[in-house]
C-alpha cells in the first residue's frame, strides 16, 4: 500500500499568527489538503501557542468529522499532563509522543528510549485506552535494542526523525548513508510487529528514495517543505505532488 500524507498545518499558522488576523486560515488549507488527497492532517500545538493554537483544535476536528470522515488528525506534542488532557478532549485517530522540550523551535531528535520505556508506558496505555493509536518519535540510527525498547511501551508506531536525511539535500552520498539507518531502523520496528511513520525535512526530490528503502512505510507528515512548495504551486497541486512522491496513483 503506498504511504499515506499527512499535511502539518504549524507553518500555516505560524505565518498567520505573524499577524492580528484570521489569515491564511488553518480550516481553508487544511479543506484544501484533504479535498486534494491528503490522508490526514497534523498538528504541534506548543504550549506557548506560537503556531498552532488550542483554539484551532476543535475546528481542524470538526473539519474531518464532517467533511472528510475517512481522513485522520494526528497530534503531535511532549507527554506533559496538559498535553493528554488535549487529546483526550479532541480525540485525534494519532497522537504522536515527541521529546521536545517546550521551548524548542522544532522537532530536532527521538527519544532516548533506555532511559524513558519505563515512563512511556503507562502514557501509551492511557492513550490507547482513549482510542488513539500512538506512535513515538525516535531516532533512525539503525539502533535496533532501542527500537526493542519502544515495542516494550506499548506503541502501535514510531515516527523516524528524517531531519538529517532532510539536510543532505546536497550532498547525495551522505543521503545514501543515512536513508540506509533509517531502513535498518524500520526493519526493527517491522520484526517487533510496531507500524512505521516518518517526518522532518521531507520533499518532493528526497521522498521518493526513503518510501523505495522503505515500502511499508505507512506515513509521512510534512510541514515546512509543502508550506513552501504551495507558496509556488498552491495547496492543492502541492499535495498532488507530494502524494506522487509518496508512491501515490492519482
Known amino acids: ?100 522540550d517546550p521551548a524548542q523551535a522544532t522537532s530536532d531528535h527521538g527519544f532516548d528510549f533506555r532511559a524513558t520505556a519505563t515512563m512511556l508506558k503507562p502514557i501509551v496505555a492511557r492513550l490507547k485506552k482513549g482510542g488513539m493509536r500512538v506512535s513515538l518519535f525516535a531516532d533512525g540510527d539503525g539502533d535496533v535494542e532501542a527500537v526493542k525498547l519502544a515495542k516494550q511501551t506499548g506503541a502501535d508506531r514510531i515516527e523516524l526523525y528524517t531531519g538529517p536525511y532532510g539536510g543532505c539535500f546536497d550532498h547525495p552520498e551522505k543521503a545514501l548513508e543515512i536513508v540506509e539507518h533509517l531502513g535498518r531502523t524500520a526493519d526493527a520496528a517491522r520484526a517487533e510487529g510496531m507500524g512505521v511513520n516518518a517526518g522532518h525535512d521531507l520533499t518532493v526530490a528526497n521522498l521518493p528514495m526513503l518510501v523505495t528503502r522503505i515500502p511499508d512505510l505507512a506515513e509521512v507528515s510534512i510541514g515546512h517543505g509543502l508550506t513552501a512548495d504551495a507558496l509556488e504551486y498552491g495547496m492543492a497541486e502541492t499535495v498532488r505532488r507530494f502524494r506522487r512522491a509518496c508512491g501515490q496513483s492519482l
Not at 483544535?57 to 472528510?68: N, Y
Request: hydrophobic fraction near 40%; include cysteine; aromatic fraction near 6%.
Open 1 to 100: 500500500m503506498p504511504t499515506k500524507l499527512s499535511v502539518n498545518l504549524n507553518a500555516v499558522a505560524m505565518l498567520r499568527n505573524r499577524r492580528d488576523l484570521p489569515w491564511p486560515s488553518v480550516e481553508a488549507l487544511g479543506r484544501i489538503a484533504l479535498a486534494a488527497g491528503s490522508a490526514g492532517l497534523t498538528v504541534h500545538p506548543r504550549p506557548d501557542q506560537r503556531h498552532i493554537r488550542f483554539s484551532d483544535l476543535p475546528v481542524i476536528r470538526a473539519l474531518i468529522d464532517d467533511e472528510f470522515p475517512t481522513a485522520e488528525f494526528n497530534i503531535e506534542g511532549y507527554p506533559s499532563e496538559d498535553f493528554l488532557a488535549l487529546c483526550e478532549k479532541i480525540q485525534p485517530e494519532q497522537v504522536t509522543l515527541v521529546p521536545d
